[in-house]
């Protein structure tokens, strides 16, 4: 029985520090199939926090892009202890891809997270 508990106690533990922070995005402005050069896109970013005691702070998001540019963001906005949101306004400009990639990541001693759009451009 006691080495049941161990095991069961080891594998919760190996599953709860394998879960990292979720990062959602969404469309707010006007959603097409495809954007064209010069739209400009309201993507909403959502963190999800999942470890309670979180030590890095949502500005400390790191975001990369391609096919876009940021024209502005709005600061972090906490809607509980456990959930972020931002807006980001963007535009999208000439590049080599037909897609549009937005990617958002969190390092951190817990795993951190790491959240992906990809969004159709008209060539």
């Known amino acids: 029985m006691k080495k049941a508990m161990i095991t069961l106690f080891l594998l919760m ?7 990292a922070c979720e990062i959602d995005f969404k469309i707010v402005s006007e959603q097409k199939d495809a ?3 010069g739209d400009e ?3 909403e970013v959502m963190l999800h926090l999942t470890h309670r005691r979180c030590h890095v702070p949502p500005e400390e998001t790191n975001f990369q892009y391609r096919g876009i540019k940021i024209l502005g963001a709005t600061p972090w906005k906490e809607v509980n202890s456990m959930e972020h949101t931002r807006k980001l306004k963007v535009q999208v400009v000439k590049d080599d891809s037909d897609i549009i990639k937005l990617t958002a990541e969190r390092k951190c001693r817990k795993n951190g997270g790491m959240g992906l759009i990809e969004i159709k451009k008209v060539k």
């Open 41 to 43: 896109i309201i993507i």
């Open 13 to 19: 533990a190996m599953f709860t520090s394998a879960w």
């Open 35 to 37: 954007y064209e050069i």
